[in-house]
Nanobody, 124 residues
Framework: HVQLVESGGGSVQVGGSLRLTCAYSGNTFSVYSWGWFRQAPGKQREGVAAINSDGGIDYADSVKGRFTISRDTAKNTLDLQMNSLKPEDTAVYYC????WGFGGRWYDRTSYNNWGQGTQVTVS
């Protein structure tokens, strides 16, 4: 089992930046990939970005060129740098862990079995 705790959310103006951090602990060797998801009111949770153990990175089309995912294995943190923020980026952001052998697509929430509690990002 892996514990995940997000931080760094807040309110920002259009065009501004925020950096989200997910601190993780526990059986991290069981994790194949790490992802960031978001959920806006009345909408389904959607994949934003993911990074796997081979260093492969994926982004949703809506955030390409604006968001950057990274992982610091020394600090056990997963970051999401968000630039040029838009009102449509407003959502609760979650980090998640996809275990080895679980399979599935990076943007599919069912591929992940450990989730943080979420952090609110508001862009206006």
């Amino acid at each position: 089992h892996v514990q995940l705790v997000e931080s760094g959310g807040g309110s920002v103006q259009v065009g501004g930046s925020l950096r989200l951090t997910c601190a993780y602990s526990g059986n991290t060797f069981s994790v194949y990939s790490w992802g960031w998801f978001r959920q806006a009111p009345g909408k389904q949770r959607e994949g934003v970005a993911a990074i796997n153990s081979d260093g492969g990175i994926d982004y949703a089309d809506s955030v390409k060129g604006r968001f950057t995912i990274s992982r610091d294995t020394a600090k056990n943190t997963l970051d999401l740098q968000m630039n040029s923020l838009k009102p449509e980026d407003t959502a609760v952001y979650y980090c998640a862990a996809n275990p080895w052998g679980f399979g599935g697509r990076w943007y599919d929430r069912t591929s992940y079995n450990n989730w943080g509690q979420g952090t609110q990002v508001t862009v206006s």
